[in-house]
């Protein structure tokens, strides 16, 4: 069974829809850690050997926030600019996170049809995710694409919020027992694009 690490972000939790209902699906869930990065360090005093001792334990990282000018919100910046040392994280005797499984979950403001090369926002949040990609490589993660939660600013139904909120705890459980083909996960243009291709028989 892998042991997997969520770091949380949402600087207004109380405030939200999609993230708060996603972290519902998945907390307490076995061989499941949700690290709540605001919570803990809302003076964003990083405790750098909790979050690498955290990292060697799991086997996949995982951060979970909303899209926040087409990156993340300042706290995950932070975390990486400390957290990610050298001869740790990278470097020739950095090996501490070599094999461990690494992906974004990203909720947007603006509709999945604009994050497109030919829609408003000109990029896909695959593309978007490009430093999370290059940070991996350097730090000898398994990089996997964005699960991504689009158009939360057209107010998604509660119905749909749930649907989502069991397909986040489907790709997590499905991880922790190792039934991913990684292989193929690497190829998707999102992790959740369609999950019944992204897991075997449950
Ligand atoms: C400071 C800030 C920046 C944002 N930047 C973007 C953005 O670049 N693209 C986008 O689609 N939505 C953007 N949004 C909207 C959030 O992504 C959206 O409100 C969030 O994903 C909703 O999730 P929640 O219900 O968990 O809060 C931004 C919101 C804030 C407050």
New binding site residues.
């Given amino acids: 069974m892998k042991k997997i690490l969520i770091n949380f972000a949402?600087?207004?939790?109380s405030?939200?829809?999609?993230?708060?209902?996603?972290r519902n699906a998945v907390v307490g869930l076995e061989g499941v850690t949700v690290n709540d990065l605001y919570q803990t360090y809302p003076d964003f005093m990083i405790d750098v050997e909790r979050e690498k001792k955290l990292c060697e334990e799991h086997d996949v990282i995982i951060f979970q926030?909303?899209?926040?000018?087409?990156?993340t919100?300042s706290i995950v910046k932070e975390w990486f600019d400390l957290v990610l040392e050298h001869d740790w994280a990278y470097g020739s005797k950095g090996t501490a996170l070599e094999g461990k499984l690494f992906f974004q979950v990203?909720?947007?403001?603006?509709?999945g049809d604009?994050?497109q090369k030919e829609g408003f926002?000109e990029f896909t949040l695959t593309e978007l995710s490009a430093p999370f990609r290059a940070t991996a490589k350097l730090c000898k993660l398994v990089w996997l694409p964005p699960f991504a939660?689009?158009g939360?600013?057209g107010g998604l139904p509660s119905a749909e919020i749930l649907r989502h909120g069991e397909n986040y705890q489907r790709t997590i459980i499905a991880l922790r027992d190792e039934r991913v083909d990684i292989e193929q996960a690497k190829r998707l243009e999102l992790l959740n694009i369609d999950l019944n291709q992204l897991i075997g028989s449950e």
Avoid: C, E, F, M
């Fill in positions: 949402h600087p207004a939790k405030r939200s829809s999609v993230n708060k209902a996603l926030h909303p899209l926040y000018w087409y990156s919100p990203i909720s947007t403001g603006a509709d604009s994050y926002n939660i689009t939360v600013h």
